[in-house]
């Protein structure tokens, strides 16, 4: 059954007393976060796991918690089990959380509720914390246009290798996420399926960055073969992502879903980076802007 919230511990709150208030940042987030909307987002998602998760079953780890919990994950950019270990060692981190003297939900209890929160949930949560941010005059909420050619982004010169490589870094990522699931949910998939060979895509990658200033014919010979190996592994890497996509397909699971739909945007575009390397590289084509891919984000 899901709770709301844990009723507040006034042994607790004692002791809090006593060793002092939240620093800063930590405070004007609890204030944030005490809004009410943002609470109603995330339980509303929650709530839906199961068909009578609100009436039946064994009390869940409150939603206040996860949220909470959550919310620091993100904005310390800490792993699941690096944000329990911080709240459980923490008094002040417990009060933020909500948690008080009670229980820590563990790992996989996490990470099954964060899966559970979704995409058009988060767009509409993190337009409502931009609005209570700019009441409580945290923040003056200016919008930035970053339609010009003076804002930094986070795309890289699009190199083949790097476009390449990004491949394999999404996929690896996907299948993290999508291990992490299985595990969760107590589901058998073959290790196999879960390889991460975004470290090798890395090597030679650099291999690739390091042999470019060579103009002689050694230089290109090597080069080209090290091109042929960072296809190899990104084509091995899309198979993967292929294979654990058609089990997925077959799970009535919302996580693998959601991780599906991924799959369908990135897949295509990675495809899409493979045959344009082929052609650039080997067959010394020029690849025509419209058929030409950039970025695979």
């Not at 459980?88 to 959380?97: D, P």
């Not at 409580?136 to 190199?159: E, W, Y």
Request: proline share 2%.
């Amino acid at each position: 059954m899901l709770r709301q919230k844990y009723e507040c511990d006034k042994e607790f709150s004692i002791l809090i007393q006593l060793i002092g208030e939240m620093d800063d940042s930590i405070y004007i987030i609890d204030k944030v976060l005490s809004d009410e909307h943002l609470f109603r987002l995330i339980e509303s998602d929650l709530s839906k796991r199961y068909q009578n998760t609100t009436k039946t079953g064994r009390k869940s780890t409150p939603v206040e918690v996860v949220l909470r919990m959550l919310a620091l994950k993100h904005l310390r950019g800490l792993s699941y089990e690096q944000t329990i270990s911080n709240v459980n060692e923490s008094l002040i981190l417990r009060q933020f959380c909500r948690i008080y003297f009670n229980a820590l939900p563990n790992k996989s209890t996490l990470i099954r509720w964060s899966h559970q929160i979704r995409q058009e949930t988060l767009s509409q949560f993190n337009q409502r914390l931009t609005q209570v941010a700019t009441q409580l005059q945290i923040t003056k909420g200016r919008k930035m246009r970053t339609d010009g050619t003076v804002v930094a982004t986070n795309i890289h010169f699009p190199s083949d290798n790097s476009l390449l490589l990004d491949g394999v870094k999404v996929i690896s990522r996907f299948l993290l996420q999508a291990k992490e699931i299985s595990v969760a949910n107590s589901i058998f998939i073959n290790s196999s399926l879960f390889r991460n060979r975004y470290r090798t895509a890395r090597r030679i990658s650099r291999e690739i960055d390091g042999l470019s200033k060579t103009r002689n014919q050694s230089g290109r010979q090597k080069r080209e073969k090290a091109y042929s190996k960072l296809i190899e592994v990104t084509q091995a890497s899309w198979k993967q992502a292929q294979k654990f996509k058609s089990i997925i397909g077959n799970l009535n699971l919302l996580q693998f879903h959601q991780l599906l739909q991924r799959f369908e945007i990135f897949l295509p575009r990675i495809s899409q980076v493979i045959e344009q390397t082929q052609r650039r590289i080997f067959n010394s084509e020029k690849v025509p802007a419209a058929e030409k891919i950039v970025s695979i984000f």
